[in-house]
């Protein structure tokens, strides 16, 4: 289904003129056009235009408005400026001092940007909705594996293990359940509703993770049959052959597949890969990308590791690639690995666009071995 | 010294079983000697491997996958049981339907996994007396009725875990040698490195 929509959204895009965005600098604005389809057009600069955000005043002190002006400016580009950084990059400590479900700077722009806002869906109209949501029926199988696993989300993070916080993602878990029936609960989007928590309230976080299965396309990553992952497999493998060939022959020769490892980089963002603070700047961008950008970044994270990868057996390759083990261990520099996504952004995208129209005809034909046919 | 010269024969093991019947906690406590009540659920499958040594010196290299439990990633569990040579199917022994959760996935490998493959039947938790609710002689009984060898096993004490590896590691080398011998030189036998779901037949990525 969603390789049919995203194809047919690109084959849209390229018969008709693309539906002229709204008036106005705002980003936010553009949003539907930009984002549904994997194959959405890269910025056509290299550096993207900073995108101009409308956010209305609120009681803010001082350094708020300085912050938000400079997230507002550069959180969505990949090349900050050393000015930027304090205010653009999270740190361990500032997370030791949050406070779950309140709205932060940041946690607005990424509202604005997803349009999840309260002025921005016309389902959030309804300020009761997230209220009778949370306390709506939904199966006990889907409750059940929802409290099993609040306390095997981030336990590194001493607010994932705090009453209110794990009450308020079970709450969002629950009112997601019951608003989506079709996707009810899967596991790792424990890891985005309690992430998202950190940065906004509870009800935004809802609607938050609503825009990211409509807008992005994550319902079809989270649903029972998981329905878009082997895609997901395919087209990161074809990458790696295409992109970093060397170690695309490396890998076959050492049995390794993206199934083994890039299963958490699709469904929960790279969140259950990395820190907050490193997985908070990939956000800014995916958001900003679109989900196409997942890919150009899983491609700059294995560039960075290519030399090494090259000289290591499957067992290696494997601790390396391997969510949660590693991390808070060192990490690479995430601007840097901005950076190079940022300068890869094009070609990959080109063979995105290829390697989806490749699947689409596996699909079709039911010729070669396709994923599913080998599940 | 000598036996660090030594190579080991690597096999694959899978873990199977229902969301939150401790698979990983078997995998870390067996591989580090740890215990840690809050593991992270497993999104997708994870990867830990260790070394064995049989009495007769035989070292045996398991690599282990850890797979997600939740209904949902069953589908991708034929990438990680395919070619593999051991599988251990847990149930939690506090939990009736993780229990018939196992009896399912026993079924599944008896229909889709290779025949030789060696099953572990394994109840966890054992730590948890109160709260049990399948008795020993009901696994016993299930595993026997299916040629499967049984265990109760606490990953937290760590009572029974390193048996299970051991048990699992001595019926290993028989069955292969056995393989050997029945099917000719032609056979290539035991290969160390060998077992990753690409190289198995249907590999996971086509």
Known sequence: MDILSGVFSRVRSISNPAPAPPRGPNVAANFDSRTTSLARKPSDTSIPEPPKIQIQPTADTQQDIVK???????????????????????????????????????????????????????????????????????????????????????????IFHEATFQKAMSDVLHAIAAYRPEV????????????????????????????????????????????????????????????????????????????????????????????????????DLILYEGLYYVYVIALSILTAHEEDMLTMQ???????????????????????????????????????????????????TKEGMSMHATI | MAGQMRKALTYKLVLLGDAGVGKTAIAVQFVKGQFNPFLESTIGASFM?????????????????????????????????????????????????????????????????????????????VDMPEARKIQPSEGESYASENGLFFIETSAKTAE???????????????????????SGPSNPGVKPGVGAPSKGKGGCCG
């Open chain 2, 49 to 125: 491997n260790q070394t064995v040594t049989l009495p007769d010196e035989t070292l045996i290299k398991f690599q282990i996958w850890d797979t997600a439990g939740q209904e949902r990633f069953h589908s991708l569990a034929p990438m990680y049981y395919r070619g593999a040579q051991a599988a251990i199917v847990v149930y939690d022994i506090t939990n009736r339907n993780s229990f018939e959760k196992a009896k399912e996935w026993i079924k599944e490998l008896q229909q889709q996994g290779d025949p030789n493959v060696v099953v572990a039947f394994v109840g966890n938790k």
């Open chain 1, 68 to 158: 938000l002006s400079v997230l507002k400016s550069m959180a969505f580009s990949p090349c900050i400026t050393l000015q930027a950084k304090e205010h653009v990059q999270v740190s361990l400590q500032h997370l030791d001092n949050l406070k779950c479900g309140t709205l932060t700077i940041r946690g607005r722009v990424w509202l604005l940007r997803m349009r999840a806002g309260r002025d921005q869906m016309q389902q959030r109209r309804d300020t009761q909705c997230y209220q009778r949501l949370k306390k709506a029926q939904v199966s006990p199988i889907h409750l059940d594996q929802i409290q099993k696993d609040l306390d095997r989300t981030y336990p590194q993070y001493a």
């Open chain 1, 184 to 283: 009810g609960y899967c596991q790792g989007m424990g890891y985005i509703v309690g992430f998202l928590n950190t940065l906004m309230t509870e009800e935004d976080t809802f609607w938050f993770v609503i825009q990211m299965m409509d807008k992005l396309g994550m319902s079809n990553y989270w649903s029972p049959s998981l329905t878009a992952l082997p895609k997901s497999f395919f087209l990161i493998e074809k990458l790696i052959d295409t992109h970093l060939p060397r170690l695309g022959r490396h890998f076959k020769e050492t049995g390794m597949c993206p199934s083994m490892y890039a299963t958490p980089w699709i469904m929960t963002l790279f969140l259950y890969n990395y820190s907050i603070p490193f997985v908070t700047r990939l956000w």
């Open chain 2, 160 to 182: 029974n875990v390193s048996e299970l590896f051991m048990k699992i590691a001595k019926q290993l080398p028989s069955i292969q040698r056995q393989k050997d011998i029945t």
């Open chain 1, 314 to 364: 499957m067992e290696d390759l494997m601790s390396l690639l391997q969510p949660s083990s590693r991390r808070g261990e060192k990490e690479q520099d995430v601007e840097e690995v901005l950076r190079r996504a940022n300068r890869m952004k094009f070609s990959v995208h080109a063979s995105l666009v290829k390697f989806e129209d490749q699947w689409l005809q596996q699909q079709l």
